[in-house]
């Protein structure tokens, strides 16, 4: 076992995780854990752009507004508001960094960001770089951390579990693949970076590493965990029968594209006054709603009237990618369903990126900072990581964490109580049962009985896949599958506990939106008790100043 020490410890090197250890590299060491190729990550995969207020025509206001709207009431508005100030700036870092988004001339000649619209939004303000531009703002900051000489990043090094000394968070186990042997690394803080948890459905966006696995170790370490009931579902991903799913981009939709029925009947305005640019929950539920009520395996995509070399150039990727199984976008109506896309809940964070547990930092896709309420607005995700990345980054420069000893070091919990495991345990197939009963009994449309259910399945679920873990702690898949069920778990006690419907939690017992009992946070913790609503991060504690450490 090999013991190291940095100043901090990133894990995960998607643009959170980038973004945190280019600032804190100013003036510390970083070293940047992830568990495939760098450039491996849910950032990658974002395809519609990055909101923010960079036309003269366009106001914070505005955009603290719709991010509001979509959030059905349960937005943190100081979060909001540091999100839409700090994120121009953050766009335009960006740019000086090398990102290359897409220009046009304004009416005088000179050259501008071309600012496009999704729905949800009052303005034009999503910058993109075709439909590739999570690639590229991953791309730029790979490069601008490649040679960093204060910057170390481990590919294929997996994530295990936190380091905690005294309630505070000191480091990380890490399982180095190359050599199948753990590691421990400590640092005076840690940055959770993981991404998402999309692969918990059957039908995700997600690529295959968005496991959940931050999530899971902060519960695991005894971290408020908030809103895992909002599951956002993408509405449309391309639905073929021997293709992978994809996302079919909400900007194809922002373009004009119109959802048909199959007999080529437009639906969404019986749905929604903003009609396909209606909100993401809005879209997802009306396609299962049509579906349901059909009895249809689909609905359809239409932006056949718009000229192919258009759409080539304005959908590079998805237009190759349909045409890869044989669909012309522009000639043809695409085939689309909802898969599961973003997780609005996760690690609790304060303005800071500061955890329930100190020295643990989380930003991104794997932390709830009260941003995205009961639903996310398009494009803001991917700003929301820059913005909280670069201030949990200043935070704990700031903070001047002192460096933790490297003696005796804590045992790696999880396989502390390891046990015989049957061949009938190791060998079922946990992931194929956990989808399942996530798909049937916890989807875009919930009810009581079924989430009461899936409760009991996925707690032995979740026993079996920590035997199988403690058997077999150097397999990456296992921890994965072990991290999954812990997930499920979360989403489902969260649905439980949330007896109303709101955002992008629909519950069929309980239909309406009830801002009496349950306009705030669910959050649960595993060392303070499952529930702990009423002891979330405390407003005092969400807009103090960085603290010393």
Not at 207 to 215: E, R
Not at 270 to 291: N, T
Not at 482 to 503: D, F, H, K, M, P
Not at 537 to 547: G, I, K, Q, V, Y
């Amino acid at each position: 076992m090999s013991v190291y020490r940095t100043d901090f410890v990133v894990i995960g090197s998607g643009i959170a995780g980038l973004t945190f250890a280019l600032r804190a590299a100013e003036q510390a060491e970083v070293v940047v854990i992830t568990k495939k190729e760098r450039s491996e990550s849910n950032t990658n995969y974002a395809q519609g752009g990055i909101a923010g207020v960079l036309s003269p025509e366009d106001t914070f206001d505005l955009h603290f507004q719709d991010t509001l709207n979509a959030g059905a009431g349960l937005c943190h508005e100081d979060a909001v508001r540091v999100l839409v100030q700090e994120g121009p700036h953050q766009i335009r870092r960006l740019i000086e960094l090398g990102a290359r988004f897409d220009m046009e001339r304004d009416a005088e000649g000179n050259p501008v960001l071309a600012l496009g619209r999704e729905g949800g939004h009052s303005r034009n303000r999503i910058v993109h770089y075709a439909d590739q531009t999570g690639w590229e703002i991953e791309r730029t900051l790979l490069e601008a951390t490649r040679y960093h000489p204060r910057i170390t990043i481990h590919e294929h090094f997996f994530a295990l579990e936190l380091i905690l000394r005294d309630s505070e968070c000191v480091g990380v186990w890490v399982l180095n693949t190359h050599s199948d042997e753990p590691e421990a690394f400590f640092a005076r803080a840690v940055l959770l970076a993981t991404g998402g948890c999309g692969q918990v459905y059957p039908h995700t966006t997600n690529p295959p590493i968005a496991t959940g696995d931050g999530i899971a170790m902060a519960w695991r370490a005894g971290a408020y965990i908030a809103n895992m009931e909002f599951m956002q579902f993408h509405p449309t991903t391309l639905y073929h029968p021997s293709a992978r799913s994809f996302l079919i981009s909400e900007a194809v939709r922002g373009e004009g594209a119109v959802l048909r029925l199959p007999d080529g009947t437009p639906f969404m305005e019986q749905h929604h006054p903003m009609k396909d640019l209606a909100p993401r929950d809005v879209v997802a539920r009306a396609i299962d709603a049509e579906m349901k009520r059909l009895g249809l395996p689909c609905v359809y995509l239409d932006i056949t009237h718009r000229p192919g070399e258009f759409l080539r150039q304005r959908f590079p990727v998805i237009y190759n990618r349909l045409q890869s199984v044989g669909i012309d976008m522009a000639r043809e109506w695409i085939p689309v369903v909802p898969a599961a896309h973003y997780m609005c809940g996760g690690v609790q964070t304060d303005l800071y990126g500061r955890t329930s547990i100190p020295r643990l930092y989380a930003a991104g896709e794997v932390a709830c900072t009260g941003v995205h309420g009961a639903n996310r607005l398009a494009s803001n995700s991917l700003l929301e990581a820059l913005v909280f990345a670069d201030r949990a980054a200043t935070h704990a420069v700031e903070a001047r964490w002192n460096q933790p000893r490297t003696d005796a070091v804590p045992p790696l919990e999880a396989l502390m109580q390891a046990s015989g495991v049957s061949e009938e345990v190791e060998h079922e197939d946990i992931r194929t049962r956990l989808h399942a009963v996530m798909h049937q009994k916890v989807g875009i449309v919930r009810r009581l009985a079924s989430l009461q259910e899936a409760a009991q399945e996925l707690q032995r679920l979740q026993r079996r896949a920590q035997l199988v873990v403690q058997k077999a702690p150097h397999r990456v898949e296992a921890w994965e599958r072990w991290n999954l069920t812990i997930v499920g778990g979360l989403i489902v006690q969260c649905a439980l506990r949330r007896r109303e419907s709101r955002g992008l939690h629909t519950l069929v017992d309980f239909p309406h939106r009830d801002d009496v009992n349950f306009k705030r946070d669910t959050v649960l913790c595993r060392t303070a008790g499952l529930d702990t609503s009423e002891a979330s991060l405390s407003h005092e504690t969400r807009n103090s100043a960085p603290r010393s450490g």
